[in-house]
């Protein structure tokens, strides 16, 4: 009966079947229930303990191969897109903000709040993937990475983290704040033109001699978040309901990736984290893929042709360097005296051209603000190991979602909609540059889905699956540079969202369905 016990624990603990099947307060009760079952069976014969071990423990199987049944698990993920009797729902470069998550969790088929509102359930046949950039523009840093950690810790098979720049980079607080380090800035050499330090103090008439000082600094003129230390204090007032010093703003981001800290949140969420996922045909990454990228994991000369693997490999890679943080988070002197971290790789991947180039976190699929023809080596190279979509964030691109319909069959799409609305409402949140506009994107059923409404709170939808227009025409090069963004119904018909980046500005135009078929570049012909 003991060692049917050690079974049934081990099996319980492998499997997490009740974690999946019945919310937290009902296995609380059903915890207790077991205990006292065993200790009923003291009171019986060896053969009835043994037997009724066995029965449980069949009972226990059987409830798992119902659940596979109902839902894929994703480790390790082997199956086709086209195949999964799943709903995957695809979030990423929230930033923060607060509304805006709550408004995608409205729409989400997969995503609800429990009755209390403190924390969140996946649906039995739901896929989370986060694509990073959790935090740095909104009142909500805090709950948002809270909520998915939770989740998280329940669902750990069918929750899946993509580490952004503006997630590994928070590392940083635990070796460049502390009292041996007021007054000693380091070098930000991955931005000649970044304001210096003292620089930045003179103009916001800071005390230059202040951790405070050296936060704001960090966040302001390093880490591209120059309000996030007024967010913080918002949402830190916000949960306390008590008054917020800016001593308090500091402790709580210090507190938020200590290794020895009571609730380090962010660090939880780095530690859940990966570079790169693949679910069916479809591979998850922060931020693009080049000829440069190809294969390339940092500290390795080595080139991996097959995609599966290289995320295998670059996986491991990170995970190592989150261990390299957790066994020494401060600076250390190397043989020539300088300082340096022992996990300086991974913070240099999530900067431009980090890691001599090798970074999918730092990079994009634009050209001067436009979406540009894929690569051909970068489509022959994920097409042979049968990956046909690409789902990617870190580059604001609009009030909704860009696709890449490559002619050689590789399809991109891009999620960070951060920029929907430079002119949005910013009382209570200074950061705000979503507005109205929220987009789901999913796959239910094996098909790519997005939906949801544009800055002006116009409704927009396409399934990149159906072969005929409007759909098909999304993701498509017009003539003069112009891409299909979107299917909008103005009430009437209808009508196509094109736009066509130059820099920072996004100009967009709607035009019939004939006109855009009309002026189809001859390489993506429907």
Excluded at 156 to 176: M, W, Y
Excluded at 209 to 220: I, R
Excluded at 276 to 302: C, D, E, S, W, Y
Excluded at 420 to 449: L, Q, T
Aim: hydrophobic residues 40%.
């Amino acid at each position: 009966a003991e060692y049917m016990g050690e079974v049934l624990e081990n099996f319980l603990n492998m499997s997490d079947i009740l974690l999946d099947l019945i919310p937290e307060s009902v296995r609380a009760v059903f915890g207790v229930l077991v205990a006292k079952v065993f200790e009923l069976l003291d009171w019986v014969s060896s053969d009835l303990r043994i037997a009724v071990a066995i029965f449980v423990a069949l009972a226990l199987v059987l409830l798992e191969v119902w659940r596979r049944l109902r839902t894929t698990d994703l480790a390790p993920i082997t199956s086709s897109v086209a195949d999964l009797p799943t709903v995957l729902e695809y979030i990423t470069d929230v930033e923060g903000n607060w509304e805006y998550y709550i408004a995608l969790i409205q729409r989400s088929k997969i995503l609800t709040f429990y009755p209390d509102g403190k924390s969140l359930d996946l649906a039995p046949n739901g896929i989370l993937v986060f694509g990073g950039d959790v935090v740095d523009k909104g009142t909500g840093d805090i709950r948002i990475v809270s909520l998915l950690n939770d989740l998280k810790k329940r669902y750990p098979q069918r929750v899946i983290f993509i580490q952004g720049n503006r997630d590994t980079n928070k590392l940083r607080f635990a070796s460049e704040l502390g009292s041996d380090r007021i007054n000693k800035p380091i070098s930000v050499y991955w931005d000649p033109k970044h304001k210096p330090f003292h620089t930045f103090c003179e103009e916001q008439k800071l005390n230059p001699e202040s951790e405070v000082s050296m936060l704001k600094w960090m966040l302001a003129c390093t880490m591209g978040s120059a309000t996030t230390f007024e967010t913080r204090k918002m949402e830190l007032l916000e949960l306390n309901r008590t008054f917020v010093t800016d001593e308090d703003v500091l402790r709580s981001f210090k507190d938020s990736v200590d290794p020895q800290g009571k609730n380090p949140w962010m660090l939880e969420f780095i530690r859940n984290g990966q570079i790169a996922a693949v679910v069916g045909n479809a591979l998850f990454i922060h931020g693009g893929i080049g000829p440069n990228q190809l294969g390339r994991v940092p500290g390795t000369n080595k080139q991996y042709s097959n995609v599966h693997e290289w995320v295998k490999v670059v996986n491991e890679w990170a995970v190592q360097q989150v261990k390299a943080f957790l066994s020494a988070p401060k600076f250390q002197l190397d043989e020539k005296g300088q300082e340096v971290r022992a996990y300086d790789g991974i913070l240099d991947y999530g900067l431009p051209n980090g890691c001599n180039n090798a970074t999918v976190v730092y990079q994009h699929w634009l050209d001067n603000g436009n979406c540009k023809d894929l690569d051909r080596s970068v489509a022959e190279w994920l097409l042979s190991s049968g990956i046909k979509f690409v789902f990617s964030g870190h580059q604001p691109h609009g009030e909704c979602p860009s696709v890449i319909r490559s002619p050689e069959g590789v399809t991109v799409v891009m999620c960070d909609t951060s920029y929907s609305d430079m002119k949005a409402d910013k009382s209570s949140n200074p950061a705000n540059n979503r507005g109205k506009a929220v987009s789901v994107v999913r796959i239910d059923d094996g098909e790519v889905e997005v939906e949801g409404i544009l800055a002006d709170g116009t409704k927009h939808t396409y399934n990149l699956a159906l072969p005929h227009p409007p759909d098909s025409l999304v993701g498509r090069k017009l003539n003069e540079g112009w891409w299909v963004k979107t299917i909008i119904d103005d009430g009437k018909q209808d009508k196509v969202l094109i736009t066509r980046g130059a820099g920072f500005a996004l100009p967009t135009k709607r035009i019939t369905v004939q006109e855009a078929l009309d002026s189809l570049d001859p390489r993506y012909r429907v």
